[in-house]
């Protein structure tokens, strides 16, 4: 059974401050990682992928894969109150078509 | 952005009912999925297609069906609608060319039976 591991939260940050966000996966194959952000009563919209290990940075978001430890997290510099949301962590193999989603992680940014 | 849209966003029904939720998506992507997800809990999959006449069903058991004729339609029915059907239903889609599995969501379709 394909697990993918996130702390629900909440993760409370001030505004300003780096939130962190981590994700732990249990196929040894998986190849493709992604950050979803949702907001309550919304769908998910994908912010970032990451397919090799180290860091990939857009914006104020940075993810980070490390294979060897199977574990992926997302660094949100500079939060703000807008980035509060859910933060899905999804995994998928090379051999599949589906992404195995993690729970989520509430994020809030309070002022 | 994404092009893929669900209609209804909100439809409110009596138990028995018969309903259908409609997804369509304009990119040309040939995998297509359906995703339920209660308030505040994590996503479900339900169903999902590969393309033309082919659908499977996903790791939530579902008494819903699924169809897919056309490549940009991937409707969800449900034959006699519960409340234990009440949730929200998401439509996804991908094209796998390169292998991203990047998955792009409709706005969701959010069901109350009462």
Known sequence: QKEVEQNSGPLSVPEGAIASLNCTYSDRVSQSFFWYRQYSGKSPELIMSIYSNGDKEDGRFTAQLNKASQYVSLLIRDSQPSDSATYLCAVKTGGSYIPTFGRGTSLIVHP | ?114
Not at chain 2, 86 to 104: H, I, K, P, V
């Open chain 2, 1 to 114: 952005e994404a092009d893929i849209y669900q209609t209804p966003r909100y439809l409110v029904i009596g138990t028995g009912k018969k309903i259908t939720l409609e997804c369509s998506q304009t990119m040309g992507h040939d995998k297509m999925y359906w995703y339920q997800q209660d308030p505040g809990m994590e996503l479900h999959l339900i169903h999902y297609s590969y393309g033309v006449n082919s659908t499977e069903k996903g790791d939530l058991s579902s008494e819903s069906t699924v169809s897919r004729i056309r490549t940009e339609h991937f409707p969800l029915t449900l034959e006699s609608a519960r409340p234990s059907h009440t949730s929200q239903y998401l439509c996804a889609s991908t094209d796998l060319a390169g292998n991203t599995g990047e998955l792009f969501f409709g706005e969701g379709s959010r069901l109350t039976v009462l």
